[in-house]
């Protein structure tokens, strides 16, 4: 009873309620980004260099990058001179990026702490199947884009192969909390984030989620043979 009563506080459930998600993240903060790496066999990084590149930055735009953990991927959205800020709903994770030099805040994806149109551009990586109404959210993303701004969503995705979609979905899926175990602070949690890549919908059906959110242009590129995509859209002003 005691192991169960634990892992109900660490591993959030699909139905996705936020202070189970939030706490759960809050769990994998101190070796979330060493453990991303290692399951993704380094290619964390591309796919934030890729998502850089999806946004087109510009010095001096102004960038909200959601679901932003420890601010590992803010940091590269800096790197185009955009001023950005780190945003996720887990205290932990934000702690856990303290040290990084650039502006964090708490807060909800579904209840974004911002006015109305105050940034060029809008990234989530990874956190909008974490949402519990992932559709708020992405109306809650245009509302605080100014008229002509972009959205880039970065989420793990179906592979476009019927090989590499079985090996990925039956074999890596089941192998990720194994590894997990093996450098995470919380492998637990990493049992509930398997199962909701699993479930997340297609590239196809996330596009029209966010067109049905009013976003416009929308289209994607596959990454990785199709393990991630990058959906893109605008706001039309």
Known sequence: MANTERRELVTASLDKQPHEVASMFDGVAKRYDLTNTLISGGQDRYWRWATRKALALRPGERVLDLAAGTGVSTLELAKSGAWCVATDFSQGMLSAGRFRRVPMVAGDAMALPFADESFDAVTISYGLRNVSDPDLALREMLRVTKPGGRLVVAEFST?????????????????????????????EAYIYLADSIRAWPTQSQLALRIADAGWSQVKWRNLSGGAVALHRGYKLG
Do not use: D, G, I, Q
């Open 159 to 187: 592979p476009t192969f019927a090989l590499f979609r079985t090996v990925y979905m039956e074999y890596l899926m089941k192998a990720l909390p194994a590894v997990a175990k093996r450098v995470s602070s919380n492998p």
